[in-house]
């Protein structure tokens, strides 16, 4: 279980830095108020996900 665990908080911690890159990239192709929205969407997948790492280490 240990490892599953490890491994799933890799995923996660790639899946925020994956996004981190994918929104500085896209804002500077799109609008602003598109980026803007898409800045908010990640930031709350961000705290999703570190919800979801915090229960895993319950």
Do not use: R, W
Request: hydrophobic content about 40%; proline content about 2%; glycine content about 2%.
């Amino acid at each position: 279980m240990s490892n599953e665990k490890n491994e799933i908080e890799k995923l996660i911690d790639t899946m925020i830095s994956s996004g981190d890159d994918l929104v500085q990239k896209l804002k500077t192709v799109l609008p602003d108020s598109l980026s803007e929205s898409m800045m908010l969407f990640h930031e709350s997948n961000i705290a999703n996900l570190k919800k979801i790492k915090e229960l895993l280490n319950k």
